[in-house]
């Protein structure tokens, strides 16, 4: 009977992995689930989620139904807030072990999405074999110079200071 309890748990974390919202601690470059660290902030005009696992078949719709809510969510609480409109989407892929060809078509199809409503998509830190993969399909053109990054810090950084006006 355990068993087959563990086997089930196992079975639904990959197909429905956790996604975390993150937030910065202020004066670090750290970026840490809001949830559980009460003094992390979030960053004004990006939303950034962290991916729990590897992106597979398996949970590849259900990560991109995820984040879509996610969005959504996050421009009705900036809306009711009165906040700076939401600009970015960073994906820290830090956790994401491994993706495949629906992972990948995934990435693609968010960026396709969110881009059509003027949000700017961006990875943040894919590992080893998840870079590797990406860059065999050709992800990283279609992502482009400023579509990938070493580490969350790294992206709001560079994207923000795109941002600023100059005179």
């Avoid at 910065?24 to 729990?52: C, H």
Wanted: one cysteine or more; aromatic letters at 8%.
């Amino acid at each position: 009977m355990q068993v087959a309890i563990s086997v089930f748990k196992i079975l639904l974390h990959v197909s429905r992995p956790n996604i975390l919202v993150l937030g910065n601690i202020p004066g670090t470059p750290i970026f840490r689930n809001l949830n559980q660290y009460r003094e992390a902030l979030r960053i004004s005009s990006f939303l950034i989620l962290a991916i729990e696992s590897p992106m597979y078949y398996a949970n590849s719709t259900y990560l991109q139904e995820r984040i879509l809510r996610w969005v959504r969510e996050e421009e009705e609480r900036i809306k009711a807030n009165n906040e700076d409109t939401l600009k970015c989407i960073i994906l820290d892929m830090t956790a994401v072990t491994a993706i495949d060809t629906s992972g990948i078509d995934t990435l693609c199809e968010l960026r396709k999405m969110l881009e059509k409503r003027s949000l700017q998509v961006v990875l943040a830190n894919p590992v080893g074999n998840v870079m590797e993969k990406l860059h065999q399909a050709n992800i990283l053109e279609f992502f482009g110079v400023k579509g990938v990054y070493l580490t969350v810090a790294e992206a709001v950084a560079d994207i923000s200071s795109s941002w600023i006006v100059q005179p």
